[in-house]
């Protein structure tokens, strides 16, 4: 029974690939490696994610998709000078096989989101709004009001905004994601300030340290990343510290990217320390390799080795997981993705011992 359900699930995850191909990408920080730029070149924000800006809207329709369709000006984002949109909407086919349990499969919509972003005074004063509409009900990601110097250099925002901390990858599942607590899902509201030139960006925020939600007492999160940018290379580090009544949290890491031809590797390792009593302190480690090989124009090929420690006191509750991904873009504002993520866990979980096959359709403007 299990291997014909296993068939039957390979069938419609092939069946998903073929109608999506036949028929990008939000942008990654492999991309920025592979340029030697700052996340700021293509996004608004300077930490990467969220609303593309003009040259990442132009570059996500050049240099990402195997051709460009029709002769028509850029999509730039641009409704008039004084506002700017953006939107990723991402649905697929999941199915997972956990080792004593029945297989499972669905189709579903993963996320969809709309940017927008107010002028109203260039160069110096914008408002910014991401909103998620979907799987779910509508929920607010980002909201903020954000000014910039007058070199450009230097800004700060206030509102409700993504934690500068790590490399902001696109996937959530990322064990460097979970164990941080620091991802798409999980904005806090405050204060942030940055400073970029050259070489270097450092990005700080002071914020209430509740995940978004209303404060519940009167400790705050401050977080902190940092890193220099070289054409072949980059690395980085990253802070956090929460100081809350329910424990205090301190996070540490290191991050880097290299470029070695058409690999560009990435890799991130945190430290994360939480006081869950006045006498009791529970460690934790959780790390990313990875390498994306640009096959060719249009198409990566995604290779990651994942491994969190999630308490340094066990022996044998360390988790590892290793994906394969292909990312294919044939044309602009449409990507598809299909893959495989093998967990290897304590043996008496199951969950920590599944394989999950999945494919992806990915619309973005």
């Known amino acids: 029974m299990r291997s014909c359900q296993s068939v039957r699930g390979w069938g419609s995850l092939l069946a998903l690939f073929l109608l999506?191909?036949?028929?990008?990408?939000?942008?990654?920080?492999?991309?920025?490696?592979?340029?030697?730029?700052?996340?700021?070149?293509?996004?608004?924000?300077?930490?990467?994610?969220?609303?593309?800006?003009?040259?990442?809207?132009?570059?996500?329709?050049?240099?990402?998709?195997?051709?460009?369709?029709?002769?028509?000006?850029?999509?730039?984002?641009?409704?008039?000078?004084?506002?700017?949109?953006?939107?990723n909407l991402r649905g697929g086919f999941e199915m997972i096989d956990t080792p004593n349990r029945e297989d499972t499969s669905e189709f579903r919509v993963n996320r969809g989101t709309i940017y927008a972003e107010a002028t109203l005074i260039p160069g110096f004063l914008s408002v910014y709004i991401d909103q998620q509409f979907s799987p779910d009900a509508s929920q607010n990601r980002e909201a903020y009001v954000r000014l910039n110097g007058k070199n450009g250099k230097l800004f700060a925002a206030?509102?409700?905004?993504?934690?500068?901390?790590?490399?902001?990858?696109?996937?959530?599942?990322?064990?460097?994601?979970?164990?941080?607590?620091?991802?798409?899902?999980?904005?806090?509201?405050?204060?942030?300030?940055?400073?970029?030139?050259?070489?270097?960006?450092?990005?700080?925020?002071?914020?209430?340290?509740?995940?978004?939600?209303?404060?519940?007492?009167?400790?705050?999160?401050?977080?902190?990343v940092s890193n220099f940018v070289q054409a072949q290379w980059r690395a980085g580090v990253s802070a956090n510290i929460n100081d809350a009544d329910a424990g205090d949290r301190t996070m540490f890491g290191l991050f880097a990217g290299l470029r070695t031809g058409p690999i560009a590797w990435l890799a991130e390792i945190d430290r994360i320390s939480d006081d869950l009593s006045p006498a009791v302190t529970q460690d934790a480690l959780a790390g990313l390799l990875e390498g994306n090989w640009s096959i060719r124009k249009g198409h990566n090929l995604k290779l990651s080795h994942e491994y969190l420690d999630p308490d340094d006191d066990l022996s044998e509750d360390?988790?590892?997981?290793?994906?394969?991904?292909?990312?294919?873009?044939?044309?602009?504002?449409?990507?598809?993705?299909?893959?495989?993520?093998?967990?290897?866990?304590?043996?008496?979980?199951?969950?920590?011992n599944r394989d999950v096959f999945f494919a992806e359709i990915h619309g973005f403007f």
């Open 20 to 87: 999506a191909t036949l028929g990008k990408a939000s942008a990654e920080p492999y991309l920025a490696v592979q340029k030697g730029m700052q996340c700021s070149a293509c996004h608004s924000h300077p930490a990467g994610g969220g609303k593309r800006n003009t040259y990442g809207n132009v570059f996500s329709q050049t240099e990402l998709p195997v051709m460009r369709i029709g002769d028509g000006d850029f999509w730039t984002g641009e409704i008039t000078k004084w506002l700017a949109v953006g939107g």
């Open 158 to 224: 206030a509102g409700q905004f993504y934690l500068p901390f790590g490399l902001r990858l696109q996937d959530d599942t990322a064990y460097v994601r979970l164990a941080s607590g620091i991802n798409f899902t999980n904005p806090d509201r405050g204060i942030q300030v940055g400073y970029e030139a050259g070489p270097w960006s450092t990005i700080v925020s002071v914020t209430n340290g509740s995940g978004g939600g209303r404060e519940t007492d009167s400790g705050k999160q401050i977080s902190l």
């Open 318 to 352: 360390h988790q590892v997981r290793n994906s394969l991904v292909w990312e294919y873009t044939p044309m602009q504002f449409f990507q598809t993705r299909i893959g495989l993520r093998m967990y290897d866990g304590v043996p008496q979980v199951d969950t920590q």
